[in-house]
């Protein structure tokens, strides 16, 4: 699949393919803004820094009320950043000549195998050897013994699962959103592609948060007491 | 409906938009840790059975653990 974008320009894409050099763009683009509304900001919040203010405070509200205090404030800056690129990238791909880094697998799998990661180092540090009570299931004594091998690999493959399911999910919704788009594009007048450019905003920012929103679920279920 | 629950209910419908794809997931996951586990021991149909069942047991225990958790509690 060959499409012309604006960063072929500078860089040329058989070299270096589009999710890549848009990957790295959006990282640019959301420091640069950072350190643009670091450098002037007031009290009472003006256009931008409005904006940030209003994604920031979305963002630690889910953190705390689901994960508690403490370790709410722990996460938060992973959550956070996830969820601003994410919805970066994602909305990238709805501007003519900008291509959507969060269309391919390998892009979406790197944001979900660091919460895969963070989710088990945490919960070793938290509860050191006693973290492996999370995989037993509910019950605890001699006679259930096989009941919680039988859970350890259920739990096992549950978690093993998750990383996969963050990607895919991820994936699968903004390569059918470029699908539908290309496929319309080409059958239809521009009425209906227009529709499903509305569509596609709706579904970048719906699938921005339900990462972060699992992101912040398993960490939360890595760092609270077994049950 | 206060804001409160308003939040809650979004959040929730998020979280039940995740079940049709985990479903088949989990599946998949045990199906092929089976299958490289039995590659790996040589023991073919064995494990990759087994393993299938146990990613199936996965992805309904997720599905009725995410029935039964009370997200209102959580959301002030």
Redesign the interface.
């Given at each position: 699949m060959h499409e012309s974008a604006l960063m072929d320009l500078i860089i040329n894409p058989e070299v270096v393919p589009h999710y890549v050099s848009y990957a790295f763009l959006a990282s640019i683009i959301l420091i640069a803004v950072s350190i643009i509304i670091r450098g002037s900001i007031k009290l009472v919040p003006k256009g931008t820094q409005n904006v940030f203010e209003v994604i920031v405070e979305a963002m630690l509200n889910l953190a705390e009320?689901?994960i508690g205090h403490h370790w709410g404030r722990t996460f938060f800056p992973l959550i956070a950043t996830i969820f601003m690129y994410i919805l970066l990238c994602n909305f990238m791909g709805l501007v003519p000549g900008f291509a959507s880094p969060t269309s391919n697998l390998n892009m979406t799998a790197s944001m979900a195998v660091p919460v895969f990661f963070a989710t088990h180092v945490y919960g070793i540090r938290v509860h050191k050897l006693g973290y492996i009570k999370h995989f037993l299931g509910p019950m605890r004594s001699l006679a259930a013994l096989p009941l919680m091998i039988?859970m350890f690999?259920?739990?096992v493959?549950?978690h093993?699962?998750r990383p996969?399911?963050l990607s895919?999910?991820l994936f699968?919704n903004m390569i059918a959103k470029h699908i539908i788009l290309i496929v319309l594009g080409i059958l239809t007048p521009i009425i209906v592609p227009t529709a499903i450019l509305i569509l596609g905003v709706l579904v970048g920012l719906?699938q921005a948060?339900?990462f972060a929103?699992?992101a912040t679920?398993y960490l939360a279920g890595a760092v609270e007491e077994a049950h | 409906m206060s804001e409160a629950e308003d939040k809650s209910l979004f959040?929730q419908l998020?979280?039940a938009?995740?079940v049709g794809?985990?479903l088949v997931?989990?599946t998949f996951?045990?199906l092929a840790?089976g299958y490289f586990l039995d590659k790996f021991f040589g023991t073919k149909p064995w494990l990759t059975l087994i393993?299938l069942i146990?990613?199936i047991?996965?992805?309904f225990?997720?599905l009725i653990r995410m029935a039964k958790d009370d997200d209102s509690k959580?959301?002030?």
């Amino acid at each position: 699949m060959h499409e012309s974008a604006l960063m072929d320009l500078i860089i040329n894409p058989e070299v270096v393919p589009h999710y890549v050099s848009y990957a790295f763009l959006a990282s640019i683009i959301l420091i640069a803004v950072s350190i643009i509304i670091r450098g002037s900001i007031k009290l009472v919040p003006k256009g931008t820094q409005n904006v940030f203010e209003v994604i920031v405070e979305a963002m630690l509200n889910l953190a705390e009320e689901n994960i508690g205090h403490h370790w709410g404030r722990t996460f938060f800056p992973l959550i956070a950043t996830i969820f601003m690129y994410i919805l970066l990238c994602n909305f990238m791909g709805l501007v003519p000549g900008f291509a959507s880094p969060t269309s391919n697998l390998n892009m979406t799998a790197s944001m979900a195998v660091p919460v895969f990661f963070a989710t088990h180092v945490y919960g070793i540090r938290v509860h050191k050897l006693g973290y492996i009570k999370h995989f037993l299931g509910p019950m605890r004594s001699l006679a259930a013994l096989p009941l919680m091998i039988l859970m350890f690999f259920v739990e096992v493959i549950g978690h093993l699962a998750r990383p996969v399911t963050l990607s895919v999910r991820l994936f699968g919704n903004m390569i059918a959103k470029h699908i539908i788009l290309i496929v319309l594009g080409i059958l239809t007048p521009i009425i209906v592609p227009t529709a499903i450019l509305i569509l596609g905003v709706l579904v970048g920012l719906v699938q921005a948060f339900v990462f972060a929103l699992l992101a912040t679920l398993y960490l939360a279920g890595a760092v609270e007491e077994a049950h | 409906m206060s804001e409160a629950e308003d939040k809650s209910l979004f959040r929730q419908l998020l979280r039940a938009s995740t079940v049709g794809l985990d479903l088949v997931i989990y599946t998949f996951v045990g199906l092929a840790i089976g299958y490289f586990l039995d590659k790996f021991f040589g023991t073919k149909p064995w494990l990759t059975l087994i393993f299938l069942i146990l990613g199936i047991v996965a992805g309904f225990r997720n599905l009725i653990r995410m029935a039964k958790d009370d997200d209102s509690k959580k959301t002030l």
